[in-house]
C-alpha cells in the first residue's frame, strides 16, 4: 500500500497525471472509505453521495495536502467532515414531530443485510445510540481498528481523549447490548 499511496502522491501533484491519480486514489481507498462513511451515515444511497463528494473534494483540495501524514488519514478526514455535515443536514431536514433517534434506529434495521444476525443489529443501534465523538472514536478504532496516533490526526483530538471517548463508548455499547438483548433474545 505504502508504494501506492506515494505512486498516488506522485501522480496527484502534477497536472498532467493528475486524472490517472483519482483513478488510483478511488482504486485504492474507495471500499475503506465507503464502510467508514457507511457506518456514520447508515443509508447506502447517501454513503454512495458522501463517498463521491469525498473524492470531489480531495481531488479539489489536494493543493492542501502537507503530507504530513498518510494519504489514506487525509481522505478519512475528509470522510469524517463530509459524513458529518451530511447528518447534520439531515437533522435539519428531520426537524418534525418525528424523533430523529427513532428514524435512525429505524434505518439501522432497513439497512442491514438481509442475512444479519439480531446481535449485528443490535450492535447497530448500539454504536448509533453513542454521541457523535463516541460514535466516530468507536467505530473508526473498532472496525477499521485504526491506532489512536492516527485518530488523533483525523479527529483532531488528543490521543488521551480519544482513549477515553473509546472506553466510554465501549462501555456503552456493551451495556445497551446486554439490555437489549435479554430483552428480546
Known amino acids: ?3 501506492k499511496e506515494e ?4 501522480l496527484m501533484s502534477s497536472e498532467k497525471s493528475r486524472e490517472k491519480g483519482v483513478r488510483l486514489m478511488m482504486d485504492a481507498y474507495q471500499s475503506r472509505l465507503y464502510w467508514h462513511i457507511r457506518r456514520i451515515i447508515v443509508d447506502h444511497n447517501l454513503a454512495q453521495d458522501v463517498l463521491q463528494d469525498t473524492f470531489i473534494k480531495a481531488y479539489q483540495n489536494f493543493h492542501q495536502f502537507k503530507q504530513d501524514s498518510q494519504l489514506y488519514t487525509w481522505l478519512y478526514r475528509i470522510a469524517t ?4 455535515q451530511q447528518l447534520n443536514k439531515l437533522k435539519r431536514m428531520q426537524k418534525t414531530d418525528e424523533d430523529p433517534d427513532y428514524h435512525l434506529q429505524n434505518m439501522v434495521a432497513d439497512n442491514a ?13 448500539a454504536i448509533h445510540s453513542l ?3 463516541q460514535k466516530l472514536v468507536f467505530t473508526m478504532r473498532y472496525y477499521d481498528d485504526l491506532p489512536y496516533e492516527e485518530l ?8 488521551g ?6 472506553h466510554y463508548a465501549k462501555q ?4 445497551f447490548i446486554k439490555q437489549n438483548y435479554n430483552e428480546n433474545p
Request: charged content about 35%.
Open 131 to 133: 454521541p457523535e465523538k
Open 1 to 3: 500500500m505504502k508504494i
Open 7 to 10: 505512486e498516488i502522491i506522485r
Open 161 to 166: 481523549t480519544l482513549k477515553t471517548n473509546y
Open 81 to 84: 467532515n463530509e459524513s458529518l
Open 172 to 175: 456503552k455499547v456493551e451495556d
Open 152 to 159: 488523533s490526526k483525523i479527529l483532531d483530538m488528543s490521543v
Open 113 to 125: 443485510a438481509p442475512d444479519a444476525e439480531d446481535i449485528q443489529i443490535l450492535l447497530q443501534k
